[in-house]
């Protein structure tokens, strides 16, 4: 099972619809979470940390179960500037993890 | 530009040449990462400094691998008798060292390698 899991998508939404992913992480002592976003040929980007009681930014919404081990985005109210890839990223003590990303495109 | 800066952003080399990549990242950051990401696929951890100390290597990071942050500022990555399946894009992050869950990393703008 690798370490990090998400679906690839792509995920084809039109503009103003609700998106969320999934990402599910495979070791239990992992200690913080993070979405980072990632345009195409450009380095990734801090989108949010998520916290065990969930957090919100704006449209974005993030969440965590430790006992289910997963994360999750929610992103409400889609714009075409959304397009991207979302990577999921798990740390542990010292090793950072990141997953394959879900690639999002906003539809006009 | 007071972001991570990395050089060069592209480098083409032929099997079995040695190349060195560098990193300086923000300048009040105490820790500093190296990824690798190829086509489809999320970045890579392969190592990670706080300060000058090298804390983590990855098991992708083979003995032709080699990192140094010789004064806890910039950082280079060395890859010797390079191979076909190293192209790819190298990514330095770097980040102000506060506790685990408050950590940023700030990414560069990466360094494309192809390996002909």
């Known amino acids: 099972r690798k370490e990090v899991e998400q679906d690839p998508g792509p995920f084809n939404v039109p503009e103003g619809a609700t998106v969320a992913f999934n990402c599910t992480y495979s070791n239990s002592a992992s200690q913080s979470f993070f979405w980072y976003r990632q345009d195409c040929r450009k380095e990734p980007k801090l989108l949010m940390s998520v916290y065990s009681s969930g957090n919100e930014d704006g449209r974005f919404t993030a969440q965590l179960n430790r006992a289910s081990q997963y994360i999750s985005l929610l992103i409400r109210d889609s714009k075409l500037s959304d397009s991207a890839t979302y990577l999921c990223?798990?740390?542990?003590?010292?090793?950072?993890?990141f997953g394959i990303g879900t690639k999002l495109q906003v539809i006009p | 530009d007071t972001g991570v800066s990395q050089n060069p952003r592209h480098k083409i080399t032929k099997r079995g040449q040695n190349v060195t990549f560098r990193c300086d990242p923000i300048?009040?950051?105490?820790?500093l990462y190296w990824y690798r990401q190829t086509l489809g696929q999320g970045p890579e951890f392969l190592t990670y400094?706080?300060?000058?100390?090298?804390?983590?290597k990855s098991r992708l990071l083979s003995d032709r691998f080699s990192a140094e942050r010789p004064k806890g500022s910039f950082s280079t990555l060395e890859i010797q008798r390079t191979e076909q399946g190293d192209s790819a894009m190298y990514l330095c992050?770097?980040?102000?060292?506060?506790?685990?869950?408050?950590?940023?990393?700030?990414f560069g703008p990466g360094t494309r390698l192809l390996v002909l």
């Open positions: 400094f706080q300060n000058e100390a090298q804390l983590e």
């Open positions: 300048s009040e950051h105490n820790r």
């Open positions: 992050a770097s980040s102000l060292g506060l506790a685990v869950y408050q950590e940023t990393q700030y």
């Open positions: 990223v798990v740390r542990g003590y010292q090793k950072v993890t």
